[in-house]
């Protein structure tokens, strides 16, 4: 098995948030920022990768993606207030 990533993509400091899983971060976060898949982050112009964490195994990151989808809002921003307190992209940091 494989690793994979939760990662949280938004389009500006507390806007909007998608929540999302992928076994390949960078690709997956440049779909996003170039608009190439159709969606709801395509739609909102969510382009801004400001979470993502790192699971040995896929189906833990699925696990986790889907237990998160049902956490409130402000949990979801305490979370990344955590890791990236300034809201930076962090698509620049990936290798």
Same mark, same amino acid.
């Given at each position: 098995?494989?690793?994979?990533?939760?990662?949280?993509?938004?389009?500006?400091?507390?806007?909007?948030?998608?929540?999302?899983?992928?076994?390949?971060?960078?690709?997956?976060?440049? &779909?996003?920022? &170039?608009?190439?898949?159709?969606?709801?982050?395509?739609?909102?112009?969510?382009k801004?990768?400001?979470?993502? &964490?790192?699971?040995?195994?896929?189906?833990?990151?699925?696990?986790?993606?889907?237990?998160?989808?049902?956490?409130?809002?402000?949990?979801?921003?305490?979370?990344?207030?955590?890791?990236?307190?300034?809201?930076?992209d962090?698509y &620049?940091?990936?290798?």
């Open positions: 098995m494989r690793g994979g990533w939760v990662y949280i993509m938004t389009n500006r400091r507390n806007g909007t948030l998608y929540l999302g899983v992928t076994a390949n971060i960078a690709r997956r976060a440049w &779909e996003h920022r &170039e608009g190439a898949a159709e969606g709801f982050t395509r739609r909102y112009g969510l801004r990768l400001v979470y993502a &964490e790192f699971h040995d195994d896929i189906a833990a990151a699925i696990q986790r993606e889907k237990t998160m989808k049902h956490w409130p809002r402000r949990w979801k921003i305490a979370l990344i207030q955590g890791m990236n307190p300034d809201w930076d962090l &620049e940091t990936l290798a």
